[in-house]
Structure formats: structure tokens, C-alpha cells
């Protein structure tokens, strides 16, 4: 099988921040997700391409000058490169040495594209979304590649969610990535598929109806 398709920042048109690079190696990598805790995000579509630019966007509206993340990863494999080795806006709290930046200058911080935090969404439950096997061999392949080009220190990661960084409040990275920190620490696999050609993931919305996103089509399931 072939390794997970792995778009550069220019190729999918992000923004790079200008900001400094990171103290390397780096010796953290966060988990995330791409929904805030203002209820702010990023939800997927069949177009990984097009979601990298809305989280892009987000990044520039909360003012970290283009993408928060080091990089980001769609649920059907394909990963997109963020702030890369630059300084990201990803991880607060008291990190690298009470860096006023947080965690941000020696970390790195993967984004997970989906709401994978299960809740009420008003009066309708979301179970939230689900890691899909392509997402979570990306991510095993992502951090392997990060260890092998020395920006990283050999380790095992992901260090935690971002809710386990120090200083921290928030749901992120969810509880439906929280509870397979282990799967991802795991080996990465060549035989796994690389990206998944069908995406299924249940949405509850402030509609009260659940939907219901395939490649071809959105069909509206009645609470």
C-alpha cells in the first residue's frame, strides 16, 4: 500500500504565519481537534483541501497569522502540513521552560479534523465523530516522519490530548481521540489502507436533525 498522501503548505494554499521556528527537536506532539471550545470550528467535508483552507482561515480570524496546527489530518488520510517546524498557536499553557508561548515553541500540534467530543448540542445528543483507520495510520506515519528528519526527539507520541498539556482547559481533543491515545502511539503500518474513499460521520446540528455526510450524498435523518 502506499504511504499517506501528504500535501505542503503551498500546495493546498495555506498560510505560513512568519512567525519563529521552533526550538528543534521538539520534544512534545499534541493531539487535537478542530473545534474550539467557543464551539468554533472546523467540520468535515468529502474535500480535504477545501477544509485545510476553512481551519487556515480560522486561524488568521483568531489572529496566529494562517493555521494554528504543525499540520492537519483529514479523516480519509490525507494530511496537510501547517506551520510545519514554525511556531504554531496549538498548545497553551505552562510549557518549554514557562515559555510565555506556552507549549507552542518546543511542540509539535496535529490537528484531527472533526468534532470528536461527544455532548448535547442543545436539547440532541452528538456522539461525535469517529477516528477513521486512514486518520490514525496518517498520523502514526506523520509522527515516524517527524522522528526521521530529527525534528523531533524518538519517542512516544502523541504526548496526550491537548486537555493533558499543563495549563490547559478545554474538551480538546476530544473524548473520541482522547480514549485511543494508545492506537495512535501504535506502529504505523504500510498494509493499512492509506485513505479511505467513504466518509461517514454522524452530525447533530442546532436544527435538532442528525446529518448524515457521504462522498455523494447528505441525506437528513428526523431526530
Known amino acids: 500500500m502506499a504511504d499517506p498522501t ?10 505560513a504565519n512568519g512567525w519563529p521556528s521552533m526550538e528543534l527537536p521538539a520534544v512534545e506532539l499534541w493531539a487535537h481537534h478542530s473545534v474550539t471550545n467557543e464551539e468554533i470550528g472546523v467540520h468535515p467535508t468529502d474535500d480535504a483541501i477545501a477544509d485545510f483552507r476553512e481551519l487556515d482561515a480560522l486561524g488568521l480570524s483568531r489572529g496566529h497569522g494562517g493555521i494554528s496546527y504543525s499540520d492537519a489530518i483529514h479523516p480519509n488520510g490525507i494530511i496537510g ?3 510545519g517546524t514554525r511556531r504554531g498557536a496549538h498548545t497553551a499553557g505552562d510549557g518549554c521552560n514557562h515559555s510565555p508561548w506556552g507549549h507552542n515553541p518546543c511542540s509539535f500540534g496535529v490537528c484531527f479534523i472533526g468534532d470528536f467530543h461527544p455532548r448535547f ?7 461525535g465523530d469517529t477516528l477513521t483507520d486512514a486518520a490514525i495510520n496518517s498520523f502514526r506515519w506523520l509522527r515516524d516522519k517527524l522522528t526521521s528528519e530529527g525534528v523531533l526527539v524518538p519517542g512516544i507520541y502523541p504526548t496526550g490530548g491537548h486537555r493533558d498539556a499543563s495549563g490547559n482547559s478545554t ?7 482522547e480514549g485511543r491515545l494508545d492506537e495512535l502511539r501504535a506502529p504505523y503500518s504500510a498494509e493499512l489502507p492509506a485513505e479511505e474513499p467513504f466518509m461517514k460521520l454522524l452530525r447533530a ?19
Request: proline letters at 4%.
Open 171 to 177: 474538551a480538546c481533543p476530544g473524548d473520541n481521540i
Open 81 to 83: 502540513e501547517g506551520q
Open 6 to 15: 501528504y500535501l505542503a503548505l503551498s500546495q493546498w494554499g495555506g498560510t
Open 205 to 223: 446540528v442546532d436544527t435538532g436533525k442528525v446529518h448524515l455526510w457521504t462522498e455523494v450524498a447528505v441525506t437528513y435523518i428526523s431526530d
Open 121 to 127: 448540542i442543545g436539547d440532541v445528543w452528538f456522539p
